[in-house]
């Protein structure tokens, strides 16, 4: 019995830091992404196309092991995430433009899907009584590897270590993860012990989430390889199509509300957390600090709360917490957009309050009232938001700030007399969000310190102005919570997790 909790806790640890490493590369990515801009000539938007690449890969990835996962065994699926890890920071560190820093990062996030397609189930089928609680925990891995990161991408930098040595330093947690789960057993997930078919499995996620998840893979391989839009959409219908002559079901309407609510929550807490650094460097700067700062600050408060989160799941319940979660964030966001100086630290602090439980406590919601939907719906929820902020999120904040930019520019000049728009904002460039301009970095690197320090004001401004514009989605997210508590207490009399007839003793399997 002993010698089986010893094999739980090191499994346990072995996820844990399988999520350190992928927060190792997101912290590392975010802190020099403004280097390679300068190094490689990269626009914001194509940053946040890289940014991005490290989000919907993971979606793809997570949903195909979601698929056969069962079959094919956890394991093989955490070799998988181990050798793409291992091969993306070989590419990554041997970059000389845009398209290896992107090919890098797709890899890096396809071996984060494989992983996490693992992770979230193993630690639920653990824990089925307390899933939202270890959950939590669990994902408390992502602040904590953000703080490790960050504080050691901080020293590399101060130290002036090449952005090549930077990078390297991913494999740390991905040797640790590695050796812990190479000789570890993985249990069978309740669904499967509970004798739930596989198509009953499909049918809780249905016609309807299988929709979701396909059109945003669609649209994001249609902008890779430059797909007309109708190419995507006929594609969407016809994969959509034959799923849906399989299972036959539209999915269990709460289960759908939910993984769309998925697409914001993401955009709320990754979308931000990809630009925090860049955003909030102007304002730390007048303070002599890093943006990086602010990062690593609300991360340490996310890594305490995850993993204390127990007693606050227990007393407002998985839906009250995430309603009180989203009110929080809303007034981060906003305050984060006008702080300075100081205030900016305060304003940090409700941030992070806010997009502490967002992610953890929705994969416990959605795996204690879809336990039939197994390892599928669980995922597939992790994976509506990774490609939901891959497609959208990321992008959209590089993009308000391009646009910004080109705008108050513009009027910058009809209100001074000048040519800056004219002569700087040159360059045509065309996104997902369509075509767009932005400033020609050779040409202002060459230009007058006045005129530098002007667009230098300019750029920072429309910085604040992608967290105001961010701040819409919690706001979504606030509502749709609130209507679910209300629905709960007319329909069920309140929120009660959903049990299936199974085993305590969950025994382990070597696949």
């Not at 793809?60 to 993306?88: E, N, P, Q, R, T």
């Not at 499995?201 to 249905?206: I, Q, R, S």
């Not at 040409?443 to 667009?455: D, F, H, S």
């Amino acid at each position: 019995m002993q010698e089986d909790a010893r094999a739980k806790k090191l499994l346990f640890w072995g996820c844990f830091m399988a999520i350190v490493a992928s927060a190792f590369g997101f912290v590392f990515r975010a802190f020099i992404m403004a280097q390679w801009g300068t190094q490689f000539g990269l626009s914001k938007t194509q940053q946040g196309e890289i940014f991005g690449v490290g989000f919907w890969p993971f979606g793809i990835s997570i949903v195909l092991f979601s698929l056969v996962i069962d079959k094919i065994g956890y394991k093989k699926s955490m070799i998988f995430g181990f050798v793409c890890h291992v091969a993306s920071v070989i590419i990554t560190v041997m970059a000389n433009g845009y398209w290896a820093l992107y090919v890098g990062t797709f890899l890096f996030a396809l071996g984060n899907g494989a992983v996490e397609a693992v992770v979230n189930p193993v630690v639920a089928t653990m824990y089925p009584k307390e899933k939202t609680k270890w959950l939590n925990i669990l994902h408390a891995a992502w602040p904590a590897g953000m703080v490790a990161g960050g504080l050691l991408g901080i020293f590399m930098i101060n130290q002036q270590f090449p952005w090549s040595i930077i990078i390297g330093f991913i494999m740390l947690p991905v040797v640790v993860y590695g050796w812990l789960i190479v000789k570890r057993e993985f249990p069978v997930n309740e669904r499967v012990k509970a004798g739930v078919t596989y198509l009953e499995m499909l049918k809780e996620v249905g016609i309807l989430g299988a929709l979701v998840i396909i059109a945003l893979s669609m649209f994001q391989l249609g902008s890779l390889f430059g797909w007309s839009t109708t190419v995507s959409v006929i594609g969407t219908l016809l994969v959509t199509g034959l799923f849906g002559f399989y299972v036959r079901s539209l999915g269990q309407p709460v289960f759908i509300l939910l993984i769309l609510i998925m697409l914001p929550l993401a955009t709320t807490e990754l979308g931000t957390d990809s630009w925090i650094t860049d955003l909030m460097t102007p304002a730390m700067a007048e303070k002599g600090l890093q943006g990086g700062w602010v990062l690593i600050y609300t991360s340490i408060i996310m890594a305490f709360l995850r993993f204390y989160s127990g007693p606050i799941v227990h007393r407002l319940s998985p839906l009250g917490l995430l309603a009180t979660s989203s009110f929080i964030a809303v007034i981060g966001l906003f305050f984060l957009s006008q702080a300075t100086g100081m205030m900016i630290i305060v304003a940090a602090t409700v941030y992070a309050l806010g997009k502490t439980y967002f992610w953890p406590t929705m994969l416990g919601l959605v795996s204690e009232q879809f336990p039939k939907g197994g390892a599928l719906a669980l995922n597939f929820t992790g994976a509506v938001g990774m490609m939901g902020v891959g497609v959208v999120g990321a992008v959209v904040l590089g993009f308000v700030q391009d646009k910004e930019l080109d705008q108050n520019l513009a009027l910058y000049d009809k209100n001074n007399n000048t040519a800056l728009h004219s002569t700087y904002v040159t360059q045509e460039k065309t996104g997902i969000f369509g075509a767009y301009k932005t400033i020609d970095a050779e040409k202002l690197a060459t230009a007058p310190l006045e005129t530098t320090a002007i667009v230098q004001v300019v750029q920072n401004q429309a910085k604040k102005d992608a967290l105001k514009t961010v701040a819409i989605f919690p706001i979504v997210m606030f509502a749709c919570y609130v209507g679910l508590i209300l629905w709960f207490r007319s329909r069920k009399g309140g929120y009660k997790q959903v049990e299936l007839e199974t085993s305590e003793a969950l025994p382990l399997a070597e696949y």
